[in-house]
């Protein structure tokens, strides 16, 4: 009677026998998670294996190993499904910007704005009456239609004077994307969240910002505003989405 340690070489030797291959397929307009769910379901075996699949959301692919024909009968079966949805474009990249950006009516500490986002800073100084407006962070994000996505982030706690020493602080902000549509390339955001914390001579506070809204391609939108010490100093997001190849 042959071992049982005979029996598995014997098994793994078959096993490699079998000449699997790997292929990557690129997504356009299909979730890699949704395209795993589907295929699993009807994967076709041979002898018992059934071809893998495996998503990755971040780069929008999906990996299948198995036998030949069987993963380019899988590949053939996800071409026929990643097609655009009625009413929407291409999937395609987009390049989405969150600017945190702190507007003083007195002194501020932060940096300089970004030129793409100075028309903003010169609305906010004439229409609201606010003498500074600086940049305290700008997170980005690559992503694409139907995904959600998150970035952490240090600001300067402190925004009302350099005599009072700085302290860490940090902040999370999370973006569900949704349809991208129209000839202007409109995103619809089914929610950004924005969590943060500032101190102002030793006492914290925080800030949350919860919202949902659509911006069209290279418009900069103000999705929020809220007060920070009390005063006369608030934080205000600004948003900007360009799709890109």
Known sequence: ????????????????????????VELKHIDPDTVVRLMAMNSPTKDGYAAQLRSNKELGIVTIYGLPADVESIAANIATLDKPRAGSTSNRNIDFRVYALVASKSAAIGDELPREIEPVGAELRSGLGFKEVKLLDMAIFRMRQNERSESRGSLPCQVVSEAVSKRPCTYAVTVRAGSLRGPKSTLTVDGLSFNAS??????????????????????KVVIGKSNIDGADR????VVTAKAVD
Do not use: E
Not at 2 to 15: E, I, M, N, P, Q
Not at 198 to 219: C, K, L, M
Not at 234 to 237: E, G, Q, T
């Open 1 to 24: 009677m042959k071992s049982l340690a005979t029996l598995f070489l014997l098994a793994a030797g078959a096993f490699g026998q079998m000449n699997y291959v790997q292929k990557v």
């Open 198 to 219: 500032f101190a102002d001579a030793g006492h914290d506070r925080g800030v949350v910002i919860n919202t949902s809204f659509d911006v069209a391609d290279g418009q």
């Open 234 to 237: 608030s934080l205000v997001l």
